[in-house]
């Protein structure tokens, strides 16, 4: 038995259908393509991924901002994100992988805001503890 999926990710799905729902795990996963069960949230299983697909255009829009390119540039980023097709399907789905960018996209944010600020200062010490944190 070999999950290709990440722990940390089906954890913090978890975590998002913990505080949202009632539910409690019973649908086994165990085929791909068998029903889902009547409990089963498969709206909320959705929403996460399709948060962390919105949220991620703002913070790519940020990453080109903080890496000082104008604002014309940095929208244009945040459009290529938004249009990206493979992305699309991704976050409107039930998978992991746009929990995973995000994550990566934060703690890229954390760095290039690291990068700007000043060595050992209150806000380099917190960028960096929150690009480990993301990581």
């Not at 104008?70 to 992988?97: A, N």
């Amino acid at each position: 038995y070999f999950d290709i999926h990440p722990p940390f990710t089906k954890f913090v799905i978890w975590l998002f259908l913990s505080l949202f729902t009632s539910y409690k795990g019973d649908q086994p996963f165990t085929q791909i393509g068998e029903q889902f069960l009547s409990q089963t949230p498969v709206f909320m299983f959705r929403f996460w991924p399709a948060v962390a697909g919105t949220l991620l255009v703002p913070i790519v829009f940020l990453i080109a901002k903080r890496i000082g390119l104008s604002t014309p540039s940095c929208l244009l980023c945040g459009w290529m994100t938004l249009s990206d097709l493979l992305f699309l399907g991704e976050s409107r789905l039930i998978l992991t992988d746009s929990s995973l960018i995000l994550f990566i996209a934060l703690a890229i944010l954390c760095h290039v805001s690291a990068e700007n600020s000043y060595l050992h200062s209150k806000e380099w010490y917190q960028y960096t503890f929150g690009t480990g944190l993301f990581l």
